[in-house]
């Protein structure tokens, strides 16, 4: 059964600091993975998508990498700012239907 | 697009009541799942549909029903509301394997 791990489980950090967020998962055998952000009371939005196939994606600030043969992925975060201060949430998903496995999330508070 | 909507934002319900939250997505996806957001517990599958017809369930599925009748909706029914299903109810889309969209939730209490 794929488990999704992410620690810290919380994160604090000066303004303008890079950070890398870690998420790993126990099964290798992933479709892709994906990488949410959640601020306190709303829901979960999508930051970034990475393929079985692919090693990394990147949006703006945002670098995602993925390595399925040691089971870990990370989020890069550029330059921080108070506004990414929200919960980090990766999943898995094992098979082309995407049901999404997800960590526990970590929460990051980016200090001004 | 209006993208993934949920209705109601917030519900509170009496033990052994039954309700029905609402899913509606007009981005013509074929995957919708319902997930449930508990403290400590994280987000956890409860029933997915990959297409108008097909329903399964996923990780917790007791005291849920679904249907799927057409692309667009896809509702969660609660038979019988225990105080164990007071809960964050999300609702997520998405073409079969692809990026993921979800709603904004709902807020259920039950007591």
């Known amino acids: 059964k794929q488990e999704v791990t992410q620690i810290p489980a919380a994160l604090s950090v000066p303004e303008g600091e890079n950070l890398v967020l870690n998420c790993s998962f126990t099964d290798s055998a992933i479709y892709n993975l994906q990488w949410f952000r959640q601020d306190p009371g709303k829901g979960l939005t999508s930051l970034l998508l990475?393929?079985?196939?692919?090693r990394e994606q990147t949006s703006g600030r945002l670098n995602a990498s993925l390595d399925k043969s040691s089971g870990r992925s990370t989020l890069y975060i550029a330059a921080s700012q108070p506004g990414d201060s929200a919960t980090y949430l990766c999943?898995?998903?094992?098979?082309?239907?995407?049901?999404?496995?997800f960590g526990k999330g970590t929460k990051l508070s980016v200090k001004p | 697009n209006a993208g993934v909507t949920q209705t109601p934002k917030f519900q509170v319900l009496k033990t052994g009541q039954s309700m029905t939250l609402q899913c509606a997505q007009d981005m013509n996806h074929e995957y919708m799942s319902w997930y449930r957001q508990d403290p400590g517990m994280g987000l956890r599958l409860i029933h997915y549909?990959?297409?108008?017809?097909?329903?399964d369930q996923g990780e917790v599925p007791n005291g849920y029903n679904v249907s799927r009748s057409t692309t667009e909706d896809f509702p969660l029914r609660l038979l019988s509301a225990a105080p164990s299903q007071t809960s964050v109810y999300f609702c997520?889309?998405?073409?079969?394997?692809?990026?993921?969209?979800f709603g904004p939730g709902t807020r259920l209490t039950v007591t």
């Open positions: 549909s990959v297409g108008a017809g097909i329903t």
């Open positions: 997520a889309s998405s073409y079969r394997g692809a990026e993921q969209y």
């Open positions: 999943a898995a998903v094992g098979g082309s239907q995407g049901n999404l496995i």
């Open positions: 990475i393929q079985s196939s692919q």
